[in-house]
Structures are given as C-alpha cells and as structure tokens.
C-alpha cells in the first residue's frame, strides 16, 4: 500500500485544492529530498516518491559530505525526509509505474499525481560480477569507492578485481591509500601500456581467474583462483557495471548520449518541464554531488514556474483590461 505523509506543514499545503502539485520528484534519495527542501522553502507544493530502495543501502557510512561525514545512510534520510516535511512537502511511499503526457505520474497500486514540472532522481544500480562472495560482502569489505571508503581500508592488504575497464584506473588511484594494492587480472586482458603503469606505481599483478572471494566470520580474508592459491587480502574493490535507473526519463522521450540523458547545468533534460539530478544522469555523482545537482535543479525549476505564473498573470491583467475589467 502506498502511504502519503506530511498533508500539511508550516502553513504550506502539500497539494492544490484539485490536488495538484507545482513539482513531483521521483526519487528519495539525496538529489530529490534536497530538491524538495529548497522547493519546499520557495512555498512550492512538492510530492516526493519514495520506492524505498537507495542504492547506498549496504553501506554502514557515507564520507565525503561535510558535516555529514560518517553518517549512516539511513540517517541521511531520515533526517532529510524530517526537513522536508517542515515546509509542507509531501512523501508519498511507493513506485512509479509510468508518467502520462500533461505530466500525471501513476503509481503502481496508488494515486495518481498531477504536476507541472518533474524531477526524476532515481538512482543508479550496480550490476556486480558473478564471484561468489562479492554480493554477500558488497558494501562491507567489498567496495567500489575510494574516495568514499578508502581511508577505512588504509594501509591494509587491498584487492582490486579486473572485472572491468575502469579496474586499471581504481588500482593506480588506490596506490595512494597502500603500499599493497594486488591487482588480480581475473578475465581481463592487460594492455601492455596497463601493465607497465600498474607496475610502476607499485602493484602486483596476480594472474588467474578469481573463483571466489573468502570469507572468515564477518571479515573478507583472501581471493582464491581457480589454480587453487588464495592471496590473503583485507579488503577488495570493483568496478561494477552503472546501470541508471532511467526507465521513466527513456520514456518521455529525453535524449540520450552514451547510454546516459543528456541534461544542462541545472539538470534540464531535453523534455520541456523535465529534470533530472543525481547518478541517474551522471555516475560520478557521491552523495554531497547529488545533494547539489538537486539543488540547482531546484533553483531552476522554481525560475522557471516563476515564469509560467508571471506569464499567465500579464495574460489575465491584460484580458481583464481589454474587457473593461481594469482600469
């Protein structure tokens, strides 16, 4: 069942009397709550939705966020969820299934919602690689992020998987958080070029396809091959595939570059009236990035309302006036 919260809040209605809202961001996390909180703050009637499923799930800490740094998650949200329901913004729990033209956003088993412009802040997923061992640990002692857990694993015995292109890179920049960083091929190809990089920043290359990843307790251990040797190691980092979560944005009609919707500076997408903000359009985005890119999306919708209802006041004063109803 889909559940509706914050009808009201600091005198602000959450909805329109025809149960309309200025904005629906679609999407809970860190890009759409903070979109929210500005909207919100420039009395604008917003819906949040909320499917419940934030990619940084596993995750027992985020880094990276000032004055946040450390903080569970979950904590994130719940406290951005708090402040957004200080201005009146609502948070509707439950999943998109589709959004009409005229922008009439249906949810799966619930309301639907009118709105006058869009904000799609849905996320990314990590598709990871078939090794046994690397789901069970993601987010743990299995990651993806150095800038984001690095300095947790620093100075301990790291594993880089070559489970993709971007592998190469994670281990030269890893480099600068150990001195025994182990690059394991797995199935990869090594360029020469590669090689020669990787050893010259210091790493070994252990050749061999990764069977599983071992496990002792609630702490990774080694990565042992299918030869049979297990390389002792604290912790491991992939690249897993970045898949945008962009299903609704495809189906608007937003352009697209690479796989990923093309949008400007402030997010605008090439649909009249649609946003997007967050690692649904660029993977690079941490937590603190998405925070910001909601923000400016924020500022850019709420411009660009602002010119819709100046717009339509000079059409009203102007029929009024050629009907004798201003003097």
């Given amino acids: 069942m889909n559940e509706a919260t914050n009808d009201q809040a600091g ?21 759409g709550l903070n979109a929210a909180l500005l909207l919100g703050r420039a009395r604008r009637r917003v819906a949040v939705i909320d499917a419940g499923e934030p990619r940084n799930a596993p995750a027992a800490h985020m880094h990276g966020f000032l004055s946040r740094d450390g903080l569970p ?57 078939d090794i046994p061992g690397v789901r069970e640990r993601w987010g ?24 993709g292109p971007g592998a190469v890179h994670q281990a030269l920049l890893l480099r600068g958080w150990s001195d025994d960083v182990a690059f394991f091929a797995h199935t990869l190809d090594l360029a020469a070029e590669d090689r020669e990089r990787l050893e010259a920043r210091g790493l070994r290359i252990v050749e061999g396809r990764i069977e599983h990843l071992v496990a002792d307790g609630d702490g990774l251990r080694g990565v042992a091959l299918a030869d049979g040797r297990t390389v002792p190691r604290a912790a491991a980092f992939l690249f897993p595939r970045l898949v945008p979560n962009d299903g609704l944005l495809t189906r608007l009609g937003c352009e697209k570059d690479g796989g990923w919707v093309v949008t400007d500076r402030t997010g605008r997408t090439s649909v009249a009236g649609v946003w997007a903000a967050g690692n649904v359009v660029d993977p690079r985005a941490q937590v603190v990035t998405a925070a910001g890119m909601g923000s400016a ?31």
């Fill in 73 to 129: 998650p979950a904590t994130l949200l719940e406290l951005g969820r708090a402040e957004i329901a200080r201005y009146g913004a609502g948070l509707v729990r439950g999943r998109v299934e589709h959004i009409d033209p005229g922008f009439h956003v249906r949810l799966d088993g619930g309301p639907v919602l009118a709105a006058r412009r869009i904000l799609v802040a849905t996320g990314l997923r990590d598709e990871l690689p």
């Fill in 11 to 31: 005198g602000v209605p959450r909805a329109a009397g025809d149960g309309s809202y200025d904005v629906v961001a679609v999407g809970a996390g860190a890009a």
């Fill in 297 to 327: 999306a924020a500022f850019a919708i709420n411009n660009d309302l602002l010119e819709e209802d100046v717009a339509g006041a000079v059409a009203r004063r102007r029929a009024a006036t050629a009907g004798g109803g201003v003097r």
């Fill in 140 to 163: 743990k002692d299995v990651l993806h992020c150095p800038y984001c857990h690095g300095f947790e694993v620093r100075d301990r015995p790291l594993a880089v998987l070559g489970t």
